[in-house]
T-cell receptor
Framework: AQTVTQSQPEMSVQEAETVTLSCTYD???????LFWYKQPPSRQMILVIR??????QNATENRFSVNFQKAAKSFSLKISDSQLGDAAMYFC??????????FGTGTSLTVIP | GAGVSQSPSNKVTEKGKDVELRCDPI?????LYWYRQSLGQGLEFLIY????????KSGLPSDRFSAERTGGSVSTLTIQRTQQEDSAVYLC????????????FGPGTRLTVL
């Protein structure tokens, strides 16, 4: 069975500072994909970053980067130079077949001006 | 190009009534997913369509829930005899292929069952 765990229901960060959101997962597959999605109050889920498990290099997208620790089954998201527009729910997700995606329960991020 | 669209944006219904929720995926996307998001919860997988293959219905919570996808494009999620616990946001997503490609989400339909 695949599971995704986000242990931080809420996080806050000062504007322009850095914050790290945690995600751990469990899967018996060796090949899989991990995602971070952002859901602002508008409800529209937006892909933030994507990581293939076979790639050792951590994915980076502008101010967003991940720390992928395959052996520890950890996939944290780092947001640098936080902006007010980063305030949202952040979901970690896992898939190995593309048929089913497994989502964590989310972390609500508040950005303090 | 146009993204995934869903209609209606909000739906209020009375307990026991049937509802239909619609999803228009991105043109050319062969994979389509339905999820349910209850208040304060993550996304619960409901059903997955891939091309002309039989759908993966393993996430449907009861036989009151069904979905179809006509012509490999538009999908309708139907909930019969709605219950108050069906109240949630229903999200649709599509992706370009049968592999582990990125999903693109619609804005969701907020269903409220009174």
């Amino acid at each position: 069975a695949q599971t995704v765990t986000q242990s931080q229901p809420e996080m806050s960060v000062q504007e322009a500072e850095t914050v790290t959101l945690s995600c751990t997962y469990d899967t018996s597959e060796s090949d899989y994909y991990l995602f971070w999605y952002k859901q602002p109050p508008s409800r529209q889920m937006i892909l933030v970053i994507r990581q293939e498990a076979y790639k050792q290099q951590n994915a980076t997208e502008n101010r967003f980067s991940v720390n992928f620790q395959k052996a520890a089954k950890s996939f944290s998201l780092k947001i640098s130079d936080s902006q007010l527009g980063d305030a949202a729910m952040y979901f970690c997700a896992l898939t190995n077949t593309g048929n089913q995606f497994y989502f964590g329960t989310g972390t609500s991020l508040t950005v303090i001006p | 190009g146009a993204g995934v669209s869903q209609s209606p944006s909000n739906k209020v219904t009375e307990k026991g009534k049937d509802v239909e929720l619609r999803c228009d995926p991105i043109s050319g996307h062969t994979a389509l997913y339905w999820y349910r998001q209850s208040l304060g919860q993550g996304l619960e997988f409901l059903i997955y369509f891939q091309g002309n293959s039989a759908p993966d219905k393993s996430g449907l919570p009861s036989d009151r829930f069904s979905a179809e996808r006509t012509g490999g494009s538009v999908s309708t999620l139907t909930i019969q005899r709605t219950q108050q616990e069906d109240s949630a946001v229903y999200l649709c997503a599509s992706s370009s292929g049968p592999d582990t490609d990125t999903q693109y989400f619609g804005p969701g339909t907020r269903l409220t069952v009174l």
